[in-house]
């Protein structure tokens, strides 16, 4: 393997991005005069008129589309105003680019197996100020935005919080001029759609590409072979007769980069986010089509697509599955080889590797990173173990998400010899090196090797990723206070003794202010600007605490309230197109939207809603409606497609909706609604549109959350137990705006050794709802039977028996204090002005000052 690769062009051996300073001017020199003054005079020019955009547009439709007027449809219109938006943003890129490479500044690499986007196009116009503009014209030329945007199909490639995270990461990345890029893999099948047939969820391929990609760049020129399986020997080297170890690789495939420009808002800082595709090394494997064997040549190339080709759809757990490790191999050392290529273009001295390079594992998924570069660096740059290793540390950092076991990585060793023998070999001399100086350090504790070795002893034996990823990195952070300090206490409390509580720190999660509340929320966004006399709100938003001056306004408590009922007639809408189902926006509406989880209760939400259909049955017509306030229950997301209760979960929802929506005893007093096929286009709509959201999960579970804080920035109020960053804000908005209940996270391994041994009280709301279910209301009983026992009979590991009560009671007081409309308006006003802290740009800022050590890059060449 070569560093030194890069397509040869007109002039010059590497791609523009990629010259030093010194050969830049040497470039310019050697340009003739006539071709530096074409270049001056005809060099793309970005649109600045709705002129300029429209000749843009037609262009595309024209050229790039090959249509014309007669037959340009809204999906024409969406890729033609997107490819215009794309030139934009590509000659702001290069310019970010060439920047940053001159500069010699270090850049910041967030490697995430999931970057959970949404749609560009509308984010791109707002990042760039230049909606408005883009809306005149599209008017000009007879379209209509909102029908134009909705043609665009979400790149789903991720499952829920930790792939939505890295979005928000790489927007504020950018948005606050950090040098900074992204890598992933380009799935050509991102997260399933989910389709209800019967009440149950049917998976159906996601396959967003159908119509090309507007976005994407293919850098086709930018090829990296990756190697698996194979064999190690050990050969000496003539000159230095030194003994080398060197991995010859059985299989090939080739890496091939596709880049999106990531813009930022108010800035023209563009970063880029690098996704990679699998493809076979040869078109034909020549001997063997020769031979005339042409169906295994077709099958080993297929067998190299077959890498990027779908994202795994688990959330929140691990499966043990070949071509998984071999995504993360494939990926990491794509990825890797490319940073050390842009590194070696510098021309500095290893050492200094980790004064321009910080690498940031999102969860351990690229855990193999660490080892990679340790491979990189000794056998086949040459360096000693202990100088190469020292680099490796000050390069890493490390983000948990889970402290759940049945969420920890770890790789049977077999399996991972056979795919990675050499980087198996590093592993062992890692670990090796590690329980060597923890024998040094406590040579009494007999039980710490054992604990903290990145191999389990077990049988057979696993590779422990998570301990690999804190052995290999310098800082170990969690994503919310709890979180943090639970990952100290527990998995991670080894570590602690061994390296000190310095390590390990807490970079509580965030969302974008751009997508999440100007994107999703227009109206509000609005208002806000209006009152606060700017938009500083959208990079600073600690301004939004200026709202609280407002509280007072009842004009503006009024323009408040009337925003968020828009909103439930919008989500109305949605709800009515996806499932036929009519809700009255002047109700309340309750929604629980995300994986579903046994962990995030899911189960305990539907249990509640039918308890509250009985009781409204139990209740004297007359005497409902001073009872219950009317009420809509909406309930969506994916579950994992071999996770049977999540299923099950799924079906008891849409079973319990077809028969309280059906009974006209119950009429407008509650609805119950599944939203099918959640994803991040649908949540722009449904944060918005929602009073009171659940975040419910067992205590200690939910490492963060962050559609929490999506619902509260938008003036929405939560219900939720004392878990995640469920904790922080409701520090920050106050707990008079939170409805909180449940037991702690501290008191949870006790209630489940209860459990255990049989203390187990089932409370007599929840007894009601199971006999509901038990005499067959909401259908067959074997149905829901699993859901029902694995709370009665086996252990409750989640705890519904034990919190169910004050569950009840807290949406009791959700019921009362939804009756005050002017006193929930002015909690809903507080809690936007207090949500400052939890933007994405915040979380930048700590992790650029606390784990990267780096600053923004202002000004452009
Ligand atoms: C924000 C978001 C999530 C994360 O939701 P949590 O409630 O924090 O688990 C999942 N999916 C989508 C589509 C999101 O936008």
């Given at each position: ?158 499952n829920g919080g930790l792939?939505?995270l ?148 688990n959330d929140n757990f691990y ?43 999102n969860d351990t998924h ?33 983000t948990n998400h889970t402290v759940m076991q049945e969420a920890l990585e ?55 990723m998570a ?11 969690g994503v919310a206070?709890?979180h943090s300090?639970l990952i100290?206490?527990t998995i991670f ?102 994986r579903?989880h046994?962990y995030k ?96 999960s067992?205590?200690g579970t939910e490492a963060s959350g ?17 878990d995640g ?137």
């Open positions: 393997m070569s560093f030194d690769s890069g397509s040869p062009r007109r002039f010059h051996k590497r791609s523009m991005t990629g010259f030093t300073p010194t050969e830049i001017k040497a470039i310019d020199q050697s340009i003739p005069i006539k071709a530096r003054e074409a270049w001056t005079k005809y060099s793309a020019r970005e649109f600045t008129t709705t002129d300029q955009l429209e000749e843009q547009f037609i262009n595309h439709v024209e050229t790039t589309l090959a249509r014309s007027m007669y037959n340009c449809d809204n999906l024409a219109a969406y890729q033609a105003l997107s490819s215009s938006i794309r030139d934009k943003l590509i000659l702001h890129w290069n310019k970010t680019q060439q920047m940053h490479t001159l500069r010699e500044v270090k850049r910041i690499y967030y490697l995430s197996l999931e970057f959970l986007m949404g749609r560009a196009l509308d984010n791109a116009m707002i990042n760039l100020g230049t909606k408005e503009l883009c809306s005149k014209s599209i008017d000009e030329l007879g379209f209509n935005l909102e029908d134009v945007l909705d043609i665009e199909p979400d790149a789903g490639l991720g792939g939505r890295a979005a928000c990461f790489i927007d504020s990345m950018s948005t606050g001029n950090y040098p900074g890029w992204g890598y992933g893999l380009r799935y050509n099948y991102g997260i399933f759609s989910q389709k209800i047939v019967d009440g149950y969820q049917v998976e159906a391929p996601d396959y967003w590409l159908k119509y090309g990609n507007p976005w994407e760049i293919p850098r086709f020129e930018i090829q990296i072979p990756v190697d698996f399986y194979g064999y190690v020997s050990t050969i000496t080297d003539a000159k230095t007769g030194k003994v080398k170890k060197q991995w010859q690789g059985g299989e090939q495939v080739l890496a091939v980069a596709y880049d999106f420009p990531v813009p930022g808002y108010n800035t023209r800082n563009v970063n880029n986010l690098r996704l990679w595709s699998s493809q076979p090394t040869r078109e034909f494997d020549f001997q063997k089509f020769n031979e005339g064997d042409y169906d295994s040549s077709v099958a080993q190339q297929q067998r190299a697509e077959s890498i990027t080709a779908v994202l795994y759809p499966q043990g599955k070949e071509l998984r490790l071999k995504q993360q191999y494939f990926w990491v050392a794509a990825s890797l080889h490319d940073i050390v290529r842009r590194f070696l273009k510098t021309k500095k001295k290893w050492s200094e590797f980790p004064d321009l390079v910080a690498i940031q594992l690229p855990t193999l990173a660490v080892v990679e570069l340790q491979r990189i660096l000794v056998d086949l740059e040459g360096l000693e173990w202990d100088a190469a290793w020292d680099i490796v540390t000050r390069t890493f950092g490390y770890k790789w049977p060793l077999d399996l991972f010899g056979n795919l990675l023998p050499r980087h198996l070999e590093i592993i062992y001399a890692i670990n090796m090196n590690f329980l060597k100086m923890v024998a040094q350090k406590f040579p009494q504790d007999r039980d710490l090797p054992r604990n903290v070795s990145i191999i389990e002893e077990s049988d057979p034996k696993n590779i422990r301990n690999l990823a804190i052995i290999g990195s310098h800082k170990v952070n206070e709890l300090e100290k206490t409390k080894d570590f602690v003794k061994i390296y000190g509580a310095e390590k390990f720190t807490n970079v509580t999660n965030g969302i974008t202010p751009r997508r999440w509340l100007k994107q999703a929320n227009p109206e509000l966004s609005d208002l806000i600007q209006a009152k606060l006399g700017s938009d500083e709100y959208l990079t600073n938003t600690i301004k939004l605490k200026e709202l609280e001056k407002f509280i007072s306004d009842p004009e503006f408590r009024r323009s408040w309230a009337d925003i968020k009922f828009h909103n439930k007639q919008r989500l109305a809408k949605l709800i009515k197109k996806l499932t036929n189902i009519e809700v009255n926006p002047h109700n309340l509406f309750d929604v629980q939207v995300k579903i046994e209760r899911q189960q305990m939400n539907i249990f509640g809603v039918i308890y509250r259909y009985l009781q409204i049955k139990a209740t004297p017509a007359a005497e409902r409606a001073a009872k219950f306030y009317p009420r809509v229950s909406i309930i969506g997301g994916k579950a994992a497609p071999g996770y049977y209760a999540a299923k099950k979960i799924i079906k008891l929802v849409n079973s319990v909706a077809e028969v309280v929506n059906k009974d006209p005893e119950v009429g407008d007093l509650l609805k119950v609604v599944f939203i099918p096929d959640y994803n991040v286009s649908k949540a722009e709509i449904i944060c918005p549109g929602s009073d009171i959201s659940e975040h419910i067992t205590a962050t559609s929490n804080m999506k619902f509260v920035l938008n003036g929405g109020l939560i219900i939720g137990t004392v960053a469920n904790v922080e804000i409701t520090r920050e908005v106050g707990e008079d705006q939170i409805f909180l209940f449940g037991n702690l996270a501290e008191d949870v391994d006790e209630l489940r050794q209860d459990h255990q041994i049989g203390k187990l009280e089932l409370p007599e709301s929840l007894s009601l709802a199971f006999d509901a279910i038990e005499k067959g209301t909401f259908g067959p009983y074997e149905e829901y039977q699993s859901l029902v026992e694995a709370i009665k009979y086996h252990g409750d590991y989640y705890l519904v028996s034990d919190d169910f009560e004050s569950y009840l009671e807290a949406q009791n007081s959700v019921d009362k204090e939804f009756r005050d409309t002017e006193n929930w308006t002015k909690k809903s006003i507080i809690c936007v002005a207090n949500m400052g802290f939890f933007s994405s740009d915040r979380c930048i800022q700590e992790y650029a000052e606390n784990i990267w050590n780096v600053e923004p890059v202002l000004d452009q060449v």
